[in-house]
C-alpha cells in the first residue's frame, strides 16, 4: 500500500526564514510525486511533478527535490503570502490518476 | 484556459438523502478523479473516470458512485446520506493532449462543500 508521510505537521517562520518541509513516501513503483498548495476552502493548487530521483523544479521562492524515499520542499526568504498548507502526494506506476496524499504541513509566516 | 470547475460549491443535505456533485475538467483532458477532503482523513480518493470508463476505485462504500460523460464531464453521487460523509469534495482533471510529463499533471477545481445534518 502506498504511503505518504509529512513533516512537520505546522511550521512557523518570520518572514525571510527560509525553511524545508519534508515528504517520506514508500510506492510500488513511482509515476511522480506531486507537491499542491492549499489555502483555506479552496482546492489544492498545482506547484510540481517530480520523476526520478535527483531531478529538482523551482517556482519563485519555492524549490523541490526528489530522493528515492523523500521529496523535499525548500522555501527561501517566505513571504506572509507563502502562508498555506503543502500538500504532499505520489502516484504509482499501477493505479491510473490515482493520487496518495500526505496529511500535509501548515505553513504560517508571519511579517 | 479555463480550470476545472465544480457544482455547486455549496450543499446542505439531512440524513437518508441523496446527492449529485457535477465537475468539468479543464478543455481536452480525459481523466477525472474525486477526492474526499476531511479535516480527520485528509484527501482520499474516490475513483477516476477516463473515457466514460471507472478505471480505478478507492475504498468507499458503494453509497458512492460516479459516472463520465462523452464530453469528459462527471458527475459523482452519494445515496442514503450519513453524517460522516459531510466533507469537501473535489474533482481533479488530467491526461490533456500534450501528452510527455505534462499528461500526468492533476489539476483541482475548487470543490463542493457538502454539509449534512
Known amino acids: 500500500e502506498d504511503q505518504v508521510t509529512q513533516s512537520p505537521e505546522a511550521l512557523r517562520l518570520q518572514e525571510g526564514e527560509s525553511s524545508s518541509l519534508n515528504c517520506s513516501y514508500t510506492v510500488s513503483g513511482l509515476r511522480g510525486l506531486f507537491w499542491y498548495r492549499q489555502d483555506p476552502g479552496k482546492g489544492p493548487e498545482f506547484l510540481f511533478t517530480?520523476?526520478?530521483a535527483g531531478e529538482e523544479k523551482e517556482k519563485e521562492r519555492l524549490k523541490a527535490t526528489l530522493t528515492k524515499k523523500e521529496s523535499f520542499l525548500h522555501i527561501t526568504a517566505p513571504k506572509p503570502e507563502d502562508s498555506a498548507t503543502y500538500l504532499c502526494?505520489?502516484?504509482?506506476?499501477?493505479?491510473?490518476?490515482?493520487?496518495?496524499f500526505g496529511e500535509g504541513t501548515q505553513l504560517t509566516v508571519n511579517p | 484556459k479555463a480550470g476545472v470547475t465544480q457544482t455547486p460549491r455549496y450543499l446542505i443535505k439531512t440524513r437518508g438523502q441523496q446527492v449529485t456533485l457535477s465537475c468539468s475538467p479543464i478543455s481536452g483532458h480525459r481523466s477525472v478523479s474525486w477526492y474526499q477532503q476531511t479535516p480527520g482523513q485528509g484527501l482520499q480518493f474516490l475513483f477516476e473516470?477516463?473515457?466514460?470508463?471507472?478505471?480505478n476505485k478507492g475504498n468507499f462504500p458503494g453509497r458512492f458512485s460516479g459516472r463520465q460523460f462523452s464530453n469528459s464531464r462527471s458527475e459523482m453521487n452519494v445515496s442514503t446520506l450519513e453524517l460522516g460523509d459531510s466533507a469537501l469534495y473535489l474533482c481533479a482533471s488530467s491526461g490533456g493532449q500534450g501528452g510527455g510529463s505534462s499528461y500526468n499533471e492533476q489539476f483541482f477545481g475548487p470543490g463542493t462543500r457538502l454539509t449534512v445534518l
Open positions: 502526494a505520489v502516484q504509482s506506476l499501477y493505479s491510473g490518476s490515482r493520487l496518495t
Open positions: 517530480l520523476y526520478s
Open positions: 473516470y477516463f473515457s466514460e470508463t471507472q478505471r
